[in-house]
């Protein structure tokens, strides 16, 4: 299995902030994924973080709003920006092994007032 | 579009009870399905499926996959309180890696 660690575990942000979200995996992975789950709802797949390129977004998100770095092959961020309480929801890092299964991290509450 | 479908959205049933939760998908060249539970935050894998017919079993729970009519169950008998979570499924698609989620299925036990 993959060890992921997210932080902040859960953050309450005023509108029109942004926030930064961590990611950090204990081995190197190519790929890494950023996904929204909103209160009631499912995951939704935001962006695939590649390192070296640009993420790629998935439709609906832009990177204006979620930008995304990842700077080696280890370690991911996410940023909310602009931040509206539409944006309320669990954010989760995750990364794909080569086995077939999905590990995610811990999650991100975010609560925007 | 690819979809997840999943059924029932919610269920309570008594601690000792069996059940069936329902995973039915559309998606463009299928290559697995994956089942999680999800308590708090951070889903937590159960199974994985890849082929029609073979019964993938972890103590009380298992799962099998039909690939012909689109569709897998989570069986949990016994039920337990400890059991109470959503269950989600994902397919993976044409891609790899693109991984298409259900809504969930919203399971409680009740003692």
């Known amino acids: 299995s993959a060890v992921i660690s997210q932080k902040p575990s859960r953050d309450i942000c005023q509108r029109g902030t942004s926030l930064t979200i961590q990611c950090q995996v204990d081995s190197q992975v190519t790929m890494m994924f950023w996904y929204r789950q909103q209160p009631g709802q499912s995951l939704t797949l935001i962006a695939t973080a590649n390192q070296g390129s640009e993420a790629t977004y998935e439709s609906g998100f832009v990177i204006d709003k979620f930008p995304i770095s990842r700077p080696n092959l280890t370690f991911s961020t996410l940023t909310v920006s602009n931040m509206s309480p539409e944006d309320s929801s669990i954010y989760l890092c995750?990364?794909?092994?080569?086995?077939?299964?999905?590990?995610f991290g811990e999650g991100s509450r975010l609560t925007v007032l | 579009e690819d979809k997840v479908v999943q059924s029932p959205l919610s269920l309570v049933v008594h601690e000792g009870d069996t059940v069936t939760l329902n995973c039915s998908y559309e998606v463009t060249n299928f290559r697995s399905l994956l089942w999680y539970k999800q308590e708090k935050k951070a889903p937590t894998f159960l199974f994985m499926l890849?082929?029609?017919?073979i019964e993938k079993k972890s103590g009380r729970l298992s799962s099998i996959l039909d690939k012909k009519e689109l569709f897998s169950i989570l069986n949990i008998t016994a039920t337990q309180t400890g059991d109470s979570a959503i269950y989600l499924c994902a397919v993976e698609g044409e891609y790899g890696n693109q991984f298409y989620f259900g809504t969930g299925t919203s399971l409680t036990v009740i003692p």
């Open positions: 995750s990364v794909f092994r080569g086995t077939g299964e999905l590990f």
């Open positions: 890849t082929s029609s017919g």
